[in-house]
């Protein structure tokens, strides 16, 4: 798959891209990435690619013509017909599905907003998708298109050290979109704590029921709203129920 990135920070991506253990994804190109910054397509000897929001106000609006320069350059390149996706507050949540719709996807055109944000006209014109991080702004779109692409790179074959690894992952479908369960590590005992005796046991059935256990608790807790949806679902067991609830 490949991500054509619209940033004018470029820079930014270097970090994601050479360090890491999803590192591999873009080295060996399972995961390809180009980076394009709207300045190299802009007209005058000033390269400007923001201006004054009409109607006054602070800050600083994007410019339609910069981007659309280069994203016809990447349709140019690409010859394929891929979603531009623009990382906004009026986006829908990134959750694990849509990661895992990624990760088996032919890949996307990502733009990175900056300043007060773009031009309704181009985001009317071309944006396909609209994405979000949660209910909170960042001052670019940098950041969330890096979450999008180490979550997407992560699942891609031979990334992960264990190809099983991102199964036992909090909100994966094989859990039942759960929250994942504690890890414990040597030594035994750290600051007067055990590690809990069931995971020195070898049993492995035991210890499995064990977890599952604690991915419901900790579900319950911490995101009661996940514990619903599967509720319906019909992903809890009755005997799950009286865990939850031993006072019932």
């Known amino acids: 798959m490949r991500f054509d990135i619209i940033t004018l920070f470029p820079e930014l991506f270097a970090p994601l891209l050479t360090a890491g253990i999803t590192r591999r994804a873009y080295e060996s190109a399972l995961v ?16 400007r690619v923001d201006d004054r929001p009409f109607g006054g106000g602070p800050g600083m609006v994007m410019m ?15 010859q394929d017909a891929v979603p531009v996706v623009l990382f906004s507050p009026i986006g829908a949540p990134l959750h694990h599905g849509a990661v895992e719709q990624w990760s088996r996807s032919a890949g996307a055109i990502l ?3 900056r300043y007060e944000g773009i031009d309704q006209r181009f ?5 396909d998708q609209q994405i979000s991080l ?18 997407v790179a992560r699942l891609q074959p031979g990334v992960l050290s ?22 414990y590590t040597r030594p035994e005992e750290w600051s007067g704590v055990p590690v809990p005796p069931v995971l020195m046991s070898g049993h492995h059935a035991r210890i499995e029921e064990w977890r599952r256990a604690q991915r419901l608790q900790l579900t319950a807790l911490h995101r009661p709203d996940i514990l619903d949806k599967a509720r319906a679902q019909g992903h809890i067991t009755a005997a799950e129920e009286r865990l939850l609830h031993p006072k019932d």
């Not at 339609?64 to 690409?78: D, G, M, N, S, V």
């Not at 264990?162 to 199964?167: I, Q, R, V």
């Open 162 to 183: 264990d190809a099983d690894s991102h199964h036992q992952d909090s909100f994966n479908p094989a859990l039942d979109g759960l929250l994942d369960c504690p890890h």
């Open 64 to 78: 339609a013509e910069p981007l659309e320069a280069a994203l016809l350059a990447i349709r140019a390149q690409r």
């Open 134 to 151: 949660g209910d909170f702004v960042l001052s670019g779109g940098e950041i969330a298109a890096m979450a999008l692409l180490d979550a």
């Open 32 to 47: 390809d990435v180009h980076l394009h910054n709207p300045r190299d397509f802009a007209s005058g000897n000033y390269r």
């Open 111 to 113: 733009l990175c907003g």
């Open 123 to 127: 985001i009317d014109k071309y944006v």
